[in-house]
């Protein structure tokens, strides 16, 4: 008795098939009704086919021009050169970011083009997941960055992939602006507070040289010889005007000795700084891309969803299965 109730529960793939076999009208049935209805509710009257276009871009290796231009050695940075995994995560983030969302949105009226009435309860969430669901940022397995946008519209999906890549320039130059603007003032303010100093100084100088001091060494040298000489030969009044020259020279040789060294080492520091402007100059004013684009976004001619085929394949095999789980339900109940 055992046997025979082991071999009533045996259900192998041969049972299977000829199960099938045996229900096959009424699995035909549920299947083509399924492909009919999954054919009709998966067209355009029920569902708004959507179109994709893509921008492909690589992201340049430096965003700083007077690095790229004016570095030397190890700190140069090719401008022609294509960006790392480093520079491919931080364009996506600026992609990711609320500016550049909120930009697309205002500029292309979203809200309006998605239906989105002014007085909804969430308004900006149900924007905002729309707008997430229709754009898409990823690094591509050759560390590239591909945008893509769907859309209803065919020409506005590629109008704001396209603009998207745009927008990202803008974003990450104002970033790059901001912070290279007030380095820029920054630099300027000492340049300029060095060269006051510098002035100072050489007025003094000047000031100096009208009293006859103009290199201090070389001219102590100069006059304690002739002092020698004319003390040598007699002559007082040349040796007392001699001693004058001495004494001013005694009085103000310190002032010109440390005001010759301090000059020289402000005029150093000046050259040092005038690159530094210059380069900030550059970095706040230069106005360059942050990518490489491989492919600028097209309009579609042809949609990306929905993708009928694969719903009609999907709907009618699922019905098929189900149909068959559910026959064989109702079957195996009947025995018992």
Known sequence: MTD??????????????????????ILAICSILAAILSAVFSGPAFITPMYKSTVVFYPAATSSISKAL???????RDVLAFGDEEETEQLLQILNS????????????????YEIADDAKYLKTALYRE??????????????????????????????????????????????RERASKALAIVEEAYQSLEEEIRIKEDSLDFL????????AAQVEMINQQLAIELGAGNQSGAKRLQKELDILAKYGS????????????????????????????????DMSHKFIVDNAYKADKKA?????????????????LTLIFVFVIDRLKQQ
């Open 4 to 25: 025979t109730v082991k071999s009533s529960n045996t259900f192998n793939s041969e049972d299977i098939i000829v199960f099938i076999f045996k229900k096959w009208k």
């Open 70 to 76: 004016l570095a030397n050695g190890s700190n140069s």
């Open 98 to 113: 609320n500016s550049i969302r909120d930009q697309i949105i205002n500029e292309f009226d979203l809200q309006k083009h």
């Open 131 to 176: 707008y997430a669901s229709n754009f898409k940022f990823k690094r591509t397995e050759y560390m590239a960055i591909e945008v893509s946008v769907k859309d209803k519209d065919a020409q506005k999906a590629a109008d704001m992939a396209n603009r998207v890549g745009e927008l990202l320039d803008q974003v990450k130059t104002d970033m790059y």
């Open 209 to 216: 040289r009208s009293k006859g001091v103009h290199d201090y």
């Open 255 to 286: 002032a010109h000795i440390s005001l010759t060294e301090a000059l020289m080492h402000d005029l150093s520091l000046l050259n040092g700084l005038k690159l530094q402007y210059t380069k900030a100059k550059i970095d706040a004013e230069a």
């Open 305 to 321: 969803s929905p993708v009928r085929w694969l719903i009609v394949v999907l709907s009618t095999a699922s019905v098929f299965f």
